[in-house]
């Protein structure tokens, strides 16, 4: 984050004239400084809005997950109200999006991708139910696979997006518990699930939160891990 420093000019420890009239000093306001990867340039305040991909203007088009393609590529695969999971393909600006055709079948959302060490796709995404998954050859075609990947009645709460990465051959899926508008953000915190083939979850329990045995006992909802 920019960091910005506040300095102010201390007066002269001798004595002044008395009839020289008080000078005052303003704050010093230093140039904000760059922190390492935190600072980022913003070359298109906009690639995708609700009437860009037929939703209603104020309706959430939100939950953007992408994945570079072997041809260099890039396809993000987002939530739009009202259609369900989404996806977009930009060729290598970055700013020119081309939509694609609808994901799921359901109005599913808050979609995550996984490339496979093969190059295949496995696409999270949230259910009333918990959390299934989609895979996919081409990024393109899907075909939703069986059962739930994490289920609520097993879990005895309703989970949020499923976010994985891969330490060596195991899988680690981190998520929070689903969110409701303008209900507060849970205590419980980040929950974290392991896998050996992304498809089968064992729940593991909590990694922060006021339940858990970690020093992060802050709440939070959608962790991102990477």
Known sequence: MPLFLLTSCGGSSTESDPNTPPQTTQPEVAAPQSVGAISFDIYAEKVLTPESVGVKKGLPVADATAVVLADGSVRIYFFAQE???????????????????PVTNSF?????ILKLDDGTLRLYFVTGDGIK???????VNFTEEEGLRLA????????????????????LGYFSELEKPGAPISKKGYYVAKSTDSLNWEFVGSVSGADSNSSLKGNGKHPYAM
């Open 108 to 112: 599913w959302g808050q979609p995550r």
């Open 83 to 101: 259609k369900g999971i989404l996806s977009a393909t930009s060729s290598g600006d970055l700013k020119t999006w081309t939509i694609g055709e």
């Open 152 to 171: 609520k009645k097993d879990l005895g709460f309703e989970p949020g997006a499923l976010s994985v990465i891969k330490l060596g051959g195991t899988y």
């Open 133 to 139: 998954s989609a895979f996919s050859k081409d990024g």
